[in-house]
DNA sequence: GTAACTGGATACTTCAAGTATCCAGCCGCA
DNA sequence: TGCGGCTGGATACTTGAAGTATCCAGTTAC
């Protein structure tokens, strides 16, 4: 098919479907002329794809353009759901340090914090890891805000979030085919952990407004 | 204190402090004269918030914006946290539709498989909550990818999510004075979610490898 | 008294994410 | 064979967010 259908069949204007070639997140057509290229329904489930991550997931072009990097390499090499959760962005962008002395001190002791944590719990993490960074970095600004995690609550949370690792790795299971799975993984990974925070939201707005009725049998709902 | 104080207490740069109180971010300090005015404490604490939600939490400045306001409104009403809880961007955008038809009822059926959800879980939710908004067009579109949940899964994670939220609830109570309670709810809900996000990650990367190292005895770490 | 600093307004810069324009080449149809 | 309308590709332009920088008149500490 031409780019005209192309953008027809994803509703994706042509101009931005040029852009995405452009950037390397679409592979290019087929070239059958000088001006003519001969696109497949490959590039239709690429493309809503991409649409899915920028949308849904909230992913920049750049964080899109790593990701789907990573997918087309699953074929070949087995390390590809990590490369997948490497390519997405941290949530938490490490900042570097501000005060030269007393925030290595705090720098460290969130460090010490995070170590001890993947230890009870037996996680491996490389101390590279941008996760194990960023999560630090968090530790060390909610320590400054005074607002740091309380003995056992850390742990608790992270028990949760084992649970639904454990999801998430059930419904990735059972795909055969590299590139599927790598795709699936892709879903999973970026647009279902929004899907999770806004249940999370519902279930705490729920919870307030039953704490707000019984506490004073004011029924208002949240504004 | 002078700006170039609170500049320096903060590491805010004195530009990025007047861009602040420019868009509204941060109260005005006491003018003393025409060209003098006088900061204190209160700002120092505002400025590290700001700081915190948007480089930590990723809000945008009018975000953030939003969501001061509300914790500036908590002082009188009740429902600060949930005017909070609304306030704090929500990760899916609903898109407007597309194709006129098909999209409809697709459309319809997502916002049913949200309402059965809420129905069995017993949560409360008006339908014009943005949360449900985007629950239903995130569910869209996984459909739309193949990758819908199967049966019972969306309610296993929702089940989780309630956990989370618990915690997160217990994290807030117990401080009395309304306006210290909507700052901590700020922080619990807009920053804590990047956190479970990077343990969730964690945890992802922790089955993997386990599952890799129990299949085939390769303990190549991702990437 | 004057150099350095301040608050406030306005202009400028940078980056991301598209859009729009232009141009030559090609396709189908008369 | 001619020709209007598409096509791919390159380049230029637009928009909005998030700061930065400059300017200016008032103030203050030495």
Redesign the interface.
Known sequence: MKISELSRRT?VPVASIKYFLRQGLLPAGRATAATLAEYGDEHVQRL??IK?LT??G?LSIAATRDVLGAVDQADSS??A???I??A?P????A?GA??PEEEAEADESAAAEVAEL?ATLE????DT?P??L??T???K??R??D?R??PG?LA???A??????????E?AVGVEDPVALAE?AV???A???????????????????R??AGADA?S????
């Open positions: 509703g809503r794809l899915a949308t849904l909230g087995e390390g759901l990590g490369a959760s490497y997405l941290v949530p938490v962008a900042q501000a005060g993947l996680w491996q993490a490389p890891s996760h194990v960023g999560l970095a968090a530790l600004e909610l400054r805000l607002a995690y309380g609550e608790a949370y992270a949760l979030a084992e649970s639904v690792a454990r999801l998430d790795l419904r699936r879903i999973v990974f647009i279902c952990a929004p899907v999770f925070e806004l249940l999370r939201r519902l279930a705490q707005e729920n919870q307030v407004r704490r707000v004011d208002t709902p949240p504004r």
